[in-house]
């Protein structure tokens, strides 16, 4: 079960279905607001999404299982494994944005900074601006915009107001309840790409002090998307994980 993150959609794992497929039943879905699902007039939140997920779940029958978020989808996975930990047989996270648990960290002010930038452009209504900002001074790094497929620059494009309806929500609620999720008995792996921003590295680190068995694994040259930049590594990585419960020890 693949949750994708904010502005794009269940094409985002295109390139890691097949892979994934050869070993597993494989899902992935356009999250509330998102391309082809229905994107409400009302202000959504993530504890809708965490909803969303789990209903997908059940509805489809196929509780415990194995469930891999990226971004927001990695939040939306992290906060269900903490509320409904019998629907997973593994978690998987890569990069939670959950900055409501990085209280005084020195990154959060540029952060905020940046975020705030990415919000007055779309508000402005130039939502391919926007878009571009936050690829470039959030996310993925400068000149990543061009670096996109012309498709999921679009995809970006039509699906940031609700990344802007995701910014209405307190910073208080991206966070994950620690102790909860510390009784998270199934296995648990947070990833981190090592040209990521910092701050996701603060966010990592949290989780991993707070859960006594998560796993932890870095892509090398990679950043918020290695299942975009480094397809073949992330599907070995989750098959073996998945299968093992555990990562190889090289």
Known sequence: MLVHGSWGDHHNWDPVVAGLAETFRTFT?????????????????IDDDVADL?????????APAHVAGNSFGAAITLKLA?????????ATAHEPPLIGMLENHPALPVVRERIGAVVNTLRSGDLEA??????ENV????????????EMQ????????????????PETVMAVDLPRLGRFTRPLLITRGDHS???????????????????????????????????DEYVRVLTEFAQRGKLPAD
């Not at 789990?54 to 196929?62: E, H, M, P, S, V």
């Not at 926007?130 to 690829?135: C, D, E, H, P, S």
């Open 154 to 169: 679009k995809t970006f494009v039509f699906n940031a107001p609700t990344w802007l309806d995701e910014m209405n929500e």
């Open 139 to 150: 996310a993925l790094g400068p000149g990543m915009w061009e670096k996109l497929p012309a």
């Open 82 to 90: 903490a509320v409904q930990p019998e629907l997973f047989a593994s």
């Open 197 to 231: 921003p910092p701050f996701f590295y603060a966010i990592l680190d949290k989780i991993g002090a707070a859960v006594p068995h998560v796993q932890e694994y870095t892509f090398r040259g990679a950043g918020h998307v290695p299942h975009l930049t480094h397809r």
């Open 29 to 45: 879905y356009d999250r509330r607001g998102h391309s082809q699902s229905e994107r409400l007039p009302t202000q959504g939140t």
């Open 130 to 135: 926007g878009a571009r900002q936050f690829v």
């Open 54 to 62: 789990a209903a997908f779940i059940k509805a489809n029958r196929l």
